[in-house]
Structure formats: C-alpha cells, structure tokens
C-alpha cells in the first residue's frame, strides 16, 4: 500500500498506524498540517472493504480539515482519524482507552472529536487516555446541530446567489443521508416550508422523516436522478462522481458530507453544467467551530458559537463571487483561498 506517493498524500506531515491485538484496534491517524495550530478533525469509525480504503479516507478528511478550519477563520491546523471495524460490533472501553493512549502520544498535535458512527459517550473514554479531545458532554457537547445549522444557511446562501433571494419556502431538496446533522437540517428546511426528498441506509430515519417532516422517500440510488432545487449530500462523500453527474436534475449542490467531489475536476463539470456547488469543508464548519469555541482558553460560549457558524453564510457568497468573476469552479476558488489564507498563518 503506497503512501508518501499516494495521490492523495498531499504531503501530510505525519501518518500514524495503530494496532492493538487485544482490543482489537485498528486505525489511522492523519496530521496534514500544523501551521495554524494544532491539528483537530473528528475520529470515524467505519467498517471499510480494505485497508486502502480507509487510508484513503483519512488522507482525504486530514486535507479537507486544513482548509475547513482556514476557512473558517480558526488557529487550527487539519487532522483526521479512523477506526477501522463496524461499530456495532467492535466497539469497547478497552478499544477506545487505546485508542486514546495513541492520540496522547502525539503530544497534542492532534485533537480528536466526533465523527461518523462516534458519540460523545466514545470520546469520554478517549478522554480517559488524554486531554486532547473536543465535542465533551458538559462543554460544547454534540457538535451536529451547529454543523446543521452552518449547512442550513449555506443552502440560503447557495440560494440567495442563483435565485437572486434566500427564501427556501417551496424550493424542493432532495437530502442523501439522514444521520444527525441531515435530520437537524430537515428540521430546518422543514421550518422554512421546504419540500423534502429522503434517503438513506437506516429506514426508521427515513420513516421518521416522513412522518415528521412529510417528506418524499426514495431509493438509495433514486436520490440522483431526483428533480430539485437543491441536492444535500449528507452521508459519505464522492457521491459526486462521473455517473452522477449525468443524473443530477437540480440547480444547487450543498450539503454537509465530507469529500463530496470524487476528484476535483468533476467541480468544473459541475460549473459547466450549470450547478452551483457549495465547497463542503465551507459549508459544515459549524461543528469544528463549536468545538474550537470549547477549546479556548477563555471557555465555552453557545451564542458566540451560533453568531461563529452564521458567518459561514457570507464566506460562502464571497466565494460563489469570485468564482464568477474568475471563471473557476468554486472547489478551486476555496482551495486558493485557504491556501493564501493558510500561507499567511505560517510565515
């Protein structure tokens, strides 16, 4: 298994196997950058098909979190990790203590926090191990409404600049993915008088959001080809893909998903096709913001969060107008940004 000539290496500064034959751990750690402090991003836990895989996501995720967090204005650097295996089934105290005595012997390089499939309850014990976690019960907490919410305005926003107003009021949004930031942000599409197209792989999700939200369910596969306003991508990433580019029937991309373009070129296919697509490490900062507000010395303020995660809604204009100015697809007017932004920060 390459990896510091992995396509997606993006020369990280650090990677981290970890094995542990007792507990059953296997994971990876990902430090891409620690130029603006020090790296922070979620650990997923995840039950991938082969070990590339998952080296994969992770090198994807640690790149994603550099530039999530330059872009949101915050004294980070990016990180990731995974936990290989499915959680329903391998999930212990003792995995996640060892989990943590390998976070701590980085020596606060890198900061974990929730991701897919991970609870607070899982961080707890990490913390057992090492003070260098985030989204704690008892201080921000679970950072999924705040992830929500940045994403919501981020679709008022995507809206604003290709409808010319924000009202989401009967626009149609067709939501892949009804984990706990997809269910939050029904809830607000819901509010606003949104008409909702649902999927994903948890049924009773699905049957929540129907009766909850009355909401349209379709297949997984049907989520693609649905006519919309706006397509959410709110589960795993790359569902943005040569084969679904061709089935897209909307005007909007924006949602919370990480990595959601497969590779970068498919966000100039986008731009040709006439889609605005909202960069993904732009649009769900609202957690990382929740929990960078935890880590500070200062201490934990919820409304300084909330007036934190709505500046998300101008970061994104400013890029859908430079994009246009410039003639490039917005993924690559926000990786210039974050670049400059992160080049700043390190000299």
């Not at 949101?72 to 203590?97: M, T």
Request: hydrophobic share 40%; charged share 20%.
């Amino acid at each position: 298994m390459a990896v510091f000539n992995h396509p997606e290496f993006d020369n990280h500064e650090q990677v981290v196997f970890c094995s542990d034959k007792t507990t059953g751990l296997k994971a990876i750690i990902a430090i891409h950058s620690t130029k603006l402090g020090p790296a922070v991003g979620g650990c997923r836990m995840w039950d991938y098909v082969a070990d590339e895989d998952a080296l994969v996501d992770v090198l994807r995720l640690s790149r994603g979190m550099t530039y999530k967090n330059a872009m949101a204005g915050l004294p980070l650097g990016g990180g990731k990790s995974v936990i290989i295996g499915n959680a329903k089934e391998i999930k212990s105290e003792a995995l996640f203590r060892k989990f943590g005595q390998y976070v701590h012997s980085l020596s606060g390089r890198y900061v974990s926090a929730e991701d897919v499939n991970i609870t607070t309850a899982d961080i707890s014990i990490v913390n057992k191990e090492t003070p260098y976690v985030a989204g704690l019960e008892g201080k921000s907490g679970n950072p999924a409404p705040f992830t929500a919410l940045g994403t919501y305005k981020g679709l008022k926003a995507a809206a604003k600049h290709k409808f010319g107003n924000d009202s989401l009021e009967g626009k149609t949004v067709a939501i892949q993915g009804l984990g706990s930031v997809g269910f939050y942000l029904c809830e607000y599409l819901h509010k606003e008088g949104a008409r909702l197209i649902v999927t994903d792989i948890n049924q009773d999700a699905v049957s929540r959001a129907v009766a909850q939200f009355g909401a349209t369910a379709v297949g997984l596969d049907e989520i693609y080809s649905q006519t919309c306003d706006i397509y959410a991508p709110c589960a795993l990433g790359a569902t943005i893909n040569d084969q679904t580019i061709e089935q897209f029937k909307c005007q909007i991309i924006a949602g919370c998903a990480n990595n959601q373009l497969k590779e970068q070129r498919h966000g100039e296919i986008l731009r040709q096709k006439g889609i605005l697509y909202a960069p993904d490490y732009v649009i769900n900062a609202g957690g990382i913001i929740n929990v960078y507000l935890e880590m500070r010395a200062e201490g934990y303020n919820a409304d300084e969060s909330t007036a934190k995660v709505l500046e998300i809604y101008d970061t994104l204009l400013n890029i859908f107008q430079r994009a246009d100015a410039q003639g490039k697809p917005t993924n690559e007017v926000a990786d210039l940004m974050a670049q400059e932004i992160i080049e700043r920060g390190g000299k």
